[in-house]
């Protein structure tokens, strides 16, 4: 299936901020726009698409942080905005949430590329906790209205980077982690639906893992190289902050795994790597598995990993496993990625979880008690003073 093409649009200060840093690294990706209010930032971001939002409402200034001044921009300018969509199979729409411009107006942004029938997919951060509680409230309210109107969201929340940026560094430079982390995802996705798959996976398999997930969608990417490129890459899966450790992957109810590499890639590096990632799984995932060829990629192995996260409010799976189970997901597994070049897709049945076989989760009142309470209860850390 050809994916077509996907329009990507930045909306406010950091969602373009984020495209920005797309451009600077990677010239390939087409059909960048960028949206915004503050039409003198518009002209300096780089991107060639822009569309200024709301002169009448915000007279060409940002909204200094309301969200209602960012829709009513939005609306002002539908007409402007609704150019964006023609021929364009499915749009990817890019917000910062915490301020006034990317929370207020991508709703609308998603509502209008929905209506022109393109599948809409929407990408947001949400702040870090040294921002402060009044933009955590207002990124979360904006969530909300992003999340009725786009057809799947995926939330990236700045603070799981922290640990990666240290309590020491500027704001600034947290900033550009957070640019760095997010466009790496967004390529990894561009060319997740562009890309000649040995073991395909497509748009549709993205479509088909965001079904009904409401609440929790995770994208991480990742790119090693080296001798031991495949147990690197299985280790930075597991320490990953963007992934909690590991525990967005061991928890998840859906997982996409997509692996690329360079002509000296062999089929027994892309089993051993998706035996240690699915190990790390639990045992009724529902696994998409692609892996390509790239001659740009030779000595080097990346995976994109998408993860939807089990919601609290949803049944505890039924506890699978047996051995002779785990031997036939694994036959499974080993004859999809050695021989078959069709898609690799596995539902129930999924490869064993290693030492931890025998172990079945604690469930009480419907809840897995072996995943922290504050994990459970989505409470995060602090680390304001
Ligand atoms: N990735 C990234 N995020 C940023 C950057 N600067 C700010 N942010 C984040 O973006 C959130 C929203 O701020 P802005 O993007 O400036 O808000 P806006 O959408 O432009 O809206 P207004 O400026 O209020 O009209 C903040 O709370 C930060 O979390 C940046 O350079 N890069
Ligand atoms: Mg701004």
Known sequence: MNSGRVRFVGVGGGGIRILSRLYERW?????????????????????????AIGATTTDGLSTGGDPELGRRAAEESIADLSGLWPDVRW?????????????????V????????????????????FFEGAGRRRRAEECLRRIRAAADAVIVIPNQRLFEWVGAE?????AFEMVDDVVSTALRSLWRLTTQRWLIHVDLADLRRMARGAESALTLAAFEVAGDNRVADLIARV????????????????????????????TLSEVDRLFHGIGDMARS???????????????????????????????????VAGDAATETSAEQKIKKETAQT???GRLSLETPGK???????????????????AFMRQGIRLSREP
Not at 249 to 260: E, K, P, T
Not at 286 to 314: F, K, M, N
């Open 238 to 265: 597991r320490e990953s902050p963007l992934l909690e450790q590991g525990h967005v992957v061991s928890s998840a109810r859906g997982l996409l795994l997509a692996a690329v590499g360079g002509p000296d890639l």
């Open 169 to 173: 560094a500027p704001a600034t430079r």
């Open 284 to 318: 009724d995932v529902e696994l998409h598995i692609g892996a390509a060829i790239d001659p740009e990629y030779e000595g080097r192995l990346g995976l994109t990993l998408l993860a939807t996260e089990r919601l609290p409010s949803e049944p505890p799976p039924a």
């Open 341 to 343: 070049p069709v898609q």
């Open 109 to 128: 942004v998603c509502r209008l590329s929905r209506e022109a029938g393109v599948w809409t997919l929407a990408i947001c951060t949400l702040p870090f």
């Open 91 to 107: 749009s990817c729409v890019v917000a910062a949430l915490g301020g006034g411009t990317g929370g207020g107006a991508a709703p």
């Open 354 to 372: 290693g030492r931890f076989k025998d172990m079945e989760p604690t469930y009480f009142e419907g809840e897995d008690i072996d995943v922290p």
């Open 27 to 51: 010239r390939d990706v087409p059909d960048l726009a960028a949206v915004h209010t503050n039409a003198a930032l518009l002209e300096r971001c780089g991107i060639e698409r822009r569309v």
